[in-house]
């Protein structure tokens, strides 16, 4: 593939208009929680997009990505600003076995499951808590004077369980929810304090369109942890990002892998999500979430990617428009892959999904 088969401009206020329901769009929008920088970097060398821009500049990756997103056909982007490093956490690698040589990285990292770095008391004492006056904002500062018109941006927030299960260790928050309860409110007291606060900081910018939580809460047959330790712990500071995007009139979306069937009432009713992404065919089809809660929250994404990766284009190209036939009226839907741009995804899957949406006709 040498270029898109048909032109579009970004419209931000349109896909809102998708995003809470209100009417059919003219035509499909894409989303996605992020891009591999592999794959950012294999599309910006096939079709010369960076050659403009200076690489030494400070802002090279805002303007690259702005750039990027455009020519893809997305109305928004994410603004990495707070990486999850924002909580130095432990972690193990290894080589990444990526079948495809110009989209490999030279390792990939996962998350150290069994202990992470607060272990005790002394070390919740000792850990470098991080604070909303060390971000740094000069790129969203930048977006509010010279975003390209028609398009919007985001970053990611509320990792709530995330950096809870990242800095106890997933095996270690599992024993002390029952041995060392206080230690574990204390750590969610500081990470949601600081998300809280992030999305307050992040919902005053004009140019950000969403509010985007993104908290791993399940896996493939059910939740993390049990679903009252959820509702008691964890939801409810989601429901307190919701109601700052609320206050400003822009909608909360949470990415969240796993099943979560016992939870989605509550996440549609008490934390007020406006939008829920991360599908994954063996958990829960993005076409089947449509008929089960499409009428209550959008949905985002959903071709999922294990299907991406193995099939042929002309089957990628079937399997888009048949999700926009049974997904796209009323709005409620962005087209989008299952969970995110990975590196490993085929990059001719991945551009004739963005071409097919494209060209369906609504």
């Known amino acids: 593939?040498?270029?898109?088969?048909?032109?579009?401009?970004?419209?931000?206020?349109?896909?809102?208009?998708?995003?809470?329901?209100?009417?059919?769009?003219?035509?499909?929008?894409?989303?996605?929680?992020?891009?591999?920088?592999?794959?950012?970097?294999?599309?910006?060398?096939?079709?010369?997009?960076?050659?403009?821009?200076?690489?030494?500049?400070?802002?090279?990756?805002?303007?690259?990505?702005?750039?990027?997103?455009?020519?893809?056909?997305?109305?928004?982007?994410?603004?990495?600003?707070?990486?999850?490093?924002?909580?130095?956490?432990?972690?193990?690698?290894?080589?990444?076995?990526?079948?495809?040589?110009?989209?490999?990285?030279?390792?990939?990292?996962?998350?150290?499951?069994?202990?992470?770095?607060?272990?005790?008391?002394?070390?919740?004492?000792?850990y470098p808590w991080p604070s909303i006056a060390e971000i740094d904002f000069s790129s969203l500062e930048w977006l509010e004077r010279n975003m390209r018109p028609g398009m919007g941006c985001y970053e990611l927030t509320a990792h709530i369980f995330e950096i809870l299960s990242f800095l106890l260790g997933y095996e270690t928050l599992c024993y002390f929810v029952t041995d060392q309860p206080a230690l574990v409110d204390a750590i969610l007291e500081k990470v949601g304090t600081f998300y809280v606060d992030f999305t307050r900081a992040l919902a005053d910018f004009s140019r950000v369109a969403v509010i985007w939580g993104s908290d791993d809460l399940g896996f493939r047959s059910g939740t993390m942890m049990s679903p009252d330790f959820l509702r008691r712990k964890i939801l409810p500071w989601h429901a307190r990002c919701a109601e700052i995007a609320r206050s400003k009139g822009k909608p909360y979306l949470l990415h969240s892998c796993g099943r979560l069937d016992e939870i989605m009432e509550d996440l549609i009713v008490d934390v007020g999500i406006d939008g829920k992404h991360s599908f994954e065919d063996a958990i829960l089809t993005v076409t089947e979430a449509k008929r089960r809660y499409g009428a209550r929250i959008s949905l985002l994404g959903g071709i999922d990617m294990d299907f991406l990766c193995r099939s042929k284009e002309v089957h990628v190209r079937q399997r888009v428009r048949d999700t926009l036939d049974a997904c796209l009226k009323g709005g409620g839907y962005c087209l989008g892959t299952g969970n995110t741009v990975a590196n490993y995804l085929p990059l001719e899957n991945y551009l004739a999904m963005l071409d097919e949406g494209r060209r369906y006709q609504i």
């Open 1 to 126: 593939m040498k270029a898109f088969s048909k032109t579009i401009e970004p419209d931000v206020g349109e896909m809102l208009d998708v995003l809470f329901r209100r009417k059919t769009p003219r035509r499909v929008h894409h989303v996605e929680l992020f891009l591999d920088t592999e794959i950012k970097e294999a599309v910006c060398a096939r079709f010369e997009l960076a050659l403009p821009l200076n690489t030494s500049d400070p802002l090279f990756e805002t303007k690259r990505d702005m750039l990027l997103h455009s020519f893809l056909g997305y109305d928004m982007f994410r603004v990495g600003i707070a990486r999850k490093t924002v909580f130095p956490t432990a972690s193990i690698s290894a080589p990444d076995t990526t079948a495809l040589p110009g989209q490999r990285r030279a390792v990939r990292a996962w998350q150290e499951e069994h202990a992470g770095p607060i272990q005790s008391w002394k070390d919740f004492d000792a």
